[in-house]
């Protein structure tokens, strides 16, 4: 719609431009928001803080199987301290998005077996520990594992083909 300007003797002006919206617009957009939003629980530094030791507790023990999504996050938090040497930094819109992420890929990668999905991060960071040590020793540069990267399919890809190359299924 274009932005048409009423002048003192009646005539408009067509400037092409857009119409700004009214104050009401924006007061409707927002009742609107306000209503149809919905609360997610959010996955803040406290939460975070229980999962990780949580997760630490399955990962000593090996048993995984009542392990969510954010266990997992957190389990990505203490593996990038324990392999990189430096934490791993969330903030809460991160880690709500790791959460999401980690929740897609556990449902339609593993089929909701959480025990399946922590051997899926045992591999990649034992991997990824033997790379860090190799860089280290031949003082070397190199990438590392994001989160982002850890639980888009990119990486599930590449430990499907290892799996393959070593004669897994």
């Known amino acids: 719609m274009a932005r048409r300007r009423m002048f003192e003797d009646g005539k408009r002006l067509d400037t092409g431009l857009p119409v700004p919206p009214s104050d009401q617009f924006f007061a409707d957009a927002e009742r609107k928001t ?3 939003k919905k609360k997610r629980p959010v996955f803040d530094a406290a939460r975070m803080r229980v999962r990780m030791k949580e997760a630490d507790a399955m990962r000593e023990s090996g048993e995984w ?3 969510s999504a954010q266990h997992f996050v957190a389990l990505f ?3 990038h301290a324990k392999v990189y040497g430096v934490p791993s930094e969330f903030s ?3 880690r709500n998005k ?3 992420m980690a929740a897609k890929l556990l449902r339609e990668n593993f089929d909701g077996d959480s ?3 922590a051997d899926f991060m045992r591999d990649v960071w034992t991997k990824e520990f033997e790379r860090e040590k190799w ?3 031949n003082q070397r540069e190199g990438g590392r594992i994001t989160w982002y990267k850890m639980f888009s399919g990119a990486t599930f890809t590449e430990w499907r083909i290892n799996r393959l190359r070593k004669g897994k299924s």
Do not use: C, M, P, V
């Open 77 to 79: 938090s203490i593996l």
């Open 34 to 36: 306000e209503r149809g």
């Open 98 to 100: 790791a959460a999401f």
């Open 65 to 67: 199987g009542g392990a």
């Open 92 to 94: 809460n819109d991160d």
């Open 115 to 117: 025990t399946r999905f």
């Open 135 to 137: 860089r280290r020793e």
